[in-house]
């Protein structure tokens, strides 16, 4: 009787398992016989309305080109609100992303003929294929995709797509001069942005950033942490160093100006090195004087 007990109370295991079996495997015929028999031996069962969700999606057959930007956000918020949480209920942690890659890779492709519409667009605003591919892993198509928008490096919410998917694809050294444009262009973008890369070198500096910098605690400091960096972190010198100077912005011109601060460092020019000086002690106060306090602990 104990043994048949057992069996009893892992019939339902045993049945979510064979659901979830095809499932991993995306094979959507096999997956919604598995969920039949598991709806008819355990209507109640907890796991069962995330797996009909996620075996519908396996069916879900749609190809063709969206014919408007509603019609991609109604498709976006069904995967995001629908889709995304029945896989996180059901599926092991590790296979949440794979699994759900294809869905987004499916959109963007679907979104592809899409033009980017810009901050006057409403809630369409950020309706791309862009931020998709990042959703589906794709870096190098989310590059694609976003140097396919006219001046995308003056708008924030490209700018900010092309620095995560330069950072997908080749990593952060590369993506130094992205984030540092990012931060001058748009501070409010780039603060959101780091997170999310989940970069433990780019946390500790964005921790030290806030503890240190002598800014106004608004989110515009982050403009300033380019330059910072250049202060406690000089060896960045080189990769800061490419990033597009945007000259309208005093936190740009600090950061050139710091370039060049250290490169007279290295020849022994202390004639120029004065006027460099004082000229980024009027750019920003604070900053001049975490510059010369690192120069102070270096003479001692």
Request: hydrophobic share 50%; aromatic share 8%.
């Amino acid at each position: 009787m104990q043994q048949l007990d057992i069996f009893a109370d892992s019939r339902d295991v045993m049945l979510r398992n064979d659901v979830l079996a095809p499932l991993q495997r995306r094979d959507a015929v096999a997956a919604r016989t598995a969920l039949a028999q598991l709806a008819g031996e355990y209507p109640d069962d907890g796991a069962l309305p995330a797996m009909t969700v996620l075996v519908r999606e396996l069916g879900n057959g749609s190809t063709g080109p969206f014919a408007d930007h509603a019609a991609l956000d109604i498709a976006h918020r069904h995967l995001e609100d629908g889709v995304v949480p029945a896989a996180r209920r059901v599926l092991p942690a590790q296979s949440v992303h794979p699994w759900l890659a294809p869905c987004w890779r499916a959109l963007a492709k679907r979104a592809a003929s899409l033009a980017f519409r810009g901050a006057g667009a409403g809630n369409h605003a950020e309706s791309h294929a862009a931020p998709l591919w990042l959703l589906a892993g794709d870096g190098a198509a989310a590059i694609e995709a976003v140097e396919a928008i006219e001046s995308w490096w003056r708008i924030p919410a490209p700018f900010a797509w092309m620095t995560e998917a330069r950072y997908r694809a080749d990593g952060l050294d590369a993506a130094w001069p992205l984030l540092a444009g990012l931060a001058w262009l748009a501070p409010a973008r780039f603060a959101a942005l780091l997170p999310g890369l989940g970069d433990a070198s780019l946390d500790a500096l964005r921790q030290r950033f806030d503890a240190e910098f002598p800014g106004t605690g608004e989110i515009d400091d982050y403009a300033w942490l380019p330059a910072w960096l250049l202060v406690v972190k000089p060896a960045l010198a080189g990769r800061l160093g490419d990033a597009g100077t945007q000259r309208e912005v005093a936190a740009s011109r600090a950061t050139v100006l710091l370039g060049e601060i250290l490169r007279r460092e290295h020849d022994g020019d202390q004639h120029e090195l004065v006027s460099l000086r004082q000229a980024l002690s009027r750019l920003h106060a604070g900053l001049f004087d975490v510059y010369m306090a690192t120069r102070k602990v270096q003479h001692r």
